[in-house]
T-cell receptor
Framework: KAGVTQTPRYLIKTRGQQVTLSCSPISGHRSVSWYQQTPGQGLQFLFEYFSETQRNKGNFPGRFSGRQFSNSRSEMNVSTLELGDSALYLC?????????????FGSGTRLTVV | DQQVKQNSPSLSVQEGRISILNCDYTNSMFDYFLWYKKYPAEGPTFLISISSIKDKNEDGRFTVFLNKSAKHLSLHIVPSQPGDSAVYFCAASAASGTYKYIFGTGTRLKVLA
């Protein structure tokens, strides 16, 4: 079956702009989680969507937002970009119904803010 | 507040020897633990998991040990192979319905041929 698809793979934006990243989960998976990876910080949890509802949220400012559509595809939006937002953004999918279930990650979107 | 810690940023091991990667956590509510491996320019891939009702789980060359009293888990790779060179992340979650994982900062493993 097809894996988790993230688009675009690479993105360069200017400070102050906004950006939208997309994630298509594995078919049948209803949970999509977003993580930010920066050097030295590991993977920081942004939020999780399940059946179009935000079910969990990390400690990121309100500039980071997301949504999920009825087909489980998810988008993440960052407004008023800052240099520190440069990172690899990873999306992970799972059924969202089984405690302890592992995620399947996409390859990520590398965002560079200049 | 880093609830999941991997205190060794890097580790070098000779091919054929054992690699031991460590992870400590602070939240006693965590009861599911996963290890992921990540190559450059790729997303993390799931390696092995363990729940808090066990203290050991094996899958081929990979074994994860959990010490709940010490809030410590470790991943053993035996024998180590050059293809194992990657960044390894441990992650933890609580079964209280949060469905989210807290990840450590990763350990870069280099297996020398």
């Amino acid at each position: 079956k097809a894996g988790v698809t993230q688009t675009p793979r690479y993105l360069i934006k200017t400070r102050g702009q906004q950006v939208t990243l997309s994630c298509s989960p594995i078919s049948g998976h209803r949970s999509v989680s977003w993580y930010q990876q920066t050097p030295g910080q590991g993977l920081q949890f942004l939020f999780e969507y399940f059946s179009e509802t935000q079910r969990n949220k990390g400690n990121f400012p309100g500039r980071f937002s997301g949504r999920q559509f009825s087909n489980s595809r998810s988008e993440m939006n960052v407004s008023t970009l800052e240099l520190g937002d440069s990172a690899l953004y990873l999306c992970a999918s799972s059924s969202g119904k089984i405690p302890g279930e592992s995620y399947t990650f996409g390859s990520g979107t590398r965002l560079t803010v200049v | 507040d880093q609830q999941v810690k991997q205190n060794s940023p890097s580790l070098s091991v000779q091919e054929g020897r054992i690699s031991i990667l460590n992870c400590d956590y602070t939240n006693s509510m965590f009861d599911y633990f996963l290890w992921y491996k990540k190559y450059p320019a790729e997303g993390p891939t799931f390696l092995i998991s363990i729940s808090s009702i066990k203290d050991k789980n094996e899958d081929g060359r990979f074994t994860v040990f959990l010490n709940k009293s010490a809030k410590h888990l470790s991943l053993h790779i035996v024998p180590s192979q050059p293809g194992d060179s990657a960044v390894y992340f441990c992650a933890a979650s609580a079964a209280s319905g949060t469905y989210k994982y807290i990840f450590g900062t990763g350990t870069r493993l280099k297996v020398l041929a």
